[in-house]
């Protein structure tokens, strides 16, 4: 497999465009089997065909059998990261023995593939053929915390990679083989290619994890004996005087992947929001709907903790892909918008460079999102403040 990518700048100018696509097309062996696009989502403002035209440049004079183009608020491009910027990255793939089928997921039909079978008719190849996903969401109407648990159980430790689109709301963030889709894009990989998917997050948790005793929907009321409250106002206290002081907007809530694990570290939980809290009732409102015996455990984002845990992973890839003598092609990268300039502050591009600095000049590109698709104990999630790769090799 070989891959290159590249990353654009400023208003969209045709000629620009034009000579961009065909130089990198050119820089392959062969014609690209495959190409993904992340556009900036405020080129929308502009012009409201933006997509559409990017996308019948990028196809035409690409010569591109299949495109993938997401918008959103942000872009990543080798080593880069581009927030809030007139930019766009493009990444194209020369593959022959690569199949690729897209499919766009129409609402209607997801409470049907809670039923393994109904999958077959969607996904046209062999099950043992197939190595992996990319799953793109629409934020508003796209169910995708029950989409992935069913592909997850149709489709057991075959790694996802994606997220949510943060585009413009009301606008089509995701564009297909030219067409504008609605809902939520499944593209598979199957045939020769390996789909590497590793997960990153920003918080790690503080305090002690504990058993849900008690929910009603997404308000928790008891945490083993005590108030979800006192159990969150407890890992306040183990906090030092110094992170007491920078708390605010910091603190989550961890719900653990797996009952099964000995030691819950960073890592083993899904990251999602605190909506509320009254002290009165001992409740907290959190952005889920877990389950009554699920372990959890609150959570502080991190920048220096978010830095470290990439570094480790991305450490571990490049051991693992040197002892099996594998070199990666290309990086697919989703950051939340949660971390990037809102982690790290002045400090910007850390995610993207970090890709960088254990894989130099591979080729990458990716967006900012909100949820990131990615696997943890061999399962497929949404996660949070998390950053999501797919090496493919």
Known sequence: MHAVSSIYNG?????????MVSKLRMELPGEPTIGFAFIWSGYLDFASDSLAELSDLLTIYGH????????????????????????????????????????????HVIDSLDQQENWHSLIPFDVND??????????????????LKYLTQAYPHIPAWGGVTSGKENECSLYYNRRPLTGGLLLTFAGNITLDVIVSQACRPIGDPYTITHVDQNILYTLGRKTAYQALAKAFDSLTEQEKLTVQGHLFIGLAVSEYLEEFKQGDFLIRNILGADPSTGAIVIGAFPRVGQT??????????????????????????NAQGKIPSAALQAICTGRGKNLFGTSSHIDAQSIQKFFPGIAQAGFFAHGEVGPSCGMNFLHGYSTSIAFLI
């Open 130 to 147: 197939i190595k992996g996903f990319c799953v793109f969401a629409d934020p508003i109407n796209f169910p995708i915390e029950k989409f």
């Open 296 to 321: 959890v455990q609150y959570q502080l984002r991190d920048p220096q903790a978010a830095i470290l845990s990439l570094q480790k992973a991305l450490e571990e890839e490049k051991l693992k892909f």
């Open 11 to 19: 208003p969209l100018e045709e000629k620009r465009i034009i000579q």
């Open 64 to 107: 591109l059998q299949q495109l993938v183009v997401v918008s959103s608020s942000g872009v990543v491009g080798q080593g880069i990261e581009n927030e809030g910027t007139a930019s766009f990255s493009l990444l194209l793939i020369h593959n022959p023995e690569l199949k690729c089928h897209g499919l766009e997921i129409p609402l």
